[in-house]
């Protein structure tokens, strides 16, 4: 089994910061890509930021220049650090993960639960 647990999520003031992290546990071979998307109410599902194995980045042009993803490799985790944060980011954030179990040849796509980012005004 493998899973995607987040957590940092919370309420913040216009111009805070938070870090959110999601950790992959269970049995993972190898981890492709992980990245953060989130979903506000009435709005589609977006990808804010993504990042490969080695470390390529990309970001959503919205939170260019204010967030900033990481990955420690050695502990199976991602990180999205959001500085500046506008009431415009106010959703829940999900961790995504392409991985390869330890019991297959294929690569999976997975989801953590979601945590809630609320940005007041």
């Known amino acids: 089994q493998v899973q995607l647990v987040e957590s940092g999520g919370g309420l913040v003031q216009a111009g805070g910061s938070l870090r959110l992290s999601c950790a992959a546990s269970?049995?993972?071979?190898?981890?492709?890509?992980m990245g953060w998307y989130r979903q506000a109410p009435g709005k589609q599902r977006e990808l804010v930021a993504s990042?490969?194995?080695?470390?390529?980045?990309n970001y959503v042009e919205s939170v260019k220049g204010r967030f900033a993803i990481s990955r420690d490799n050695t502990k199976n985790t991602v990180y999205l650090q959001m500085n500046s944060l506008k009431p415009e980011d106010t959703a829940v954030y999900y961790c995504n993960a392409n991985i390869q179990p330890s019991t297959s040849v294929r690569y999976f796509n997975y989801w953590g639960q979601g945590t809630q980012v609320t940005v007041s005004s």
């Open positions: 269970g049995s993972i071979y190898r981890i492709n890509d």
């Open positions: 990042i490969t194995s080695l470390g390529s980045t």
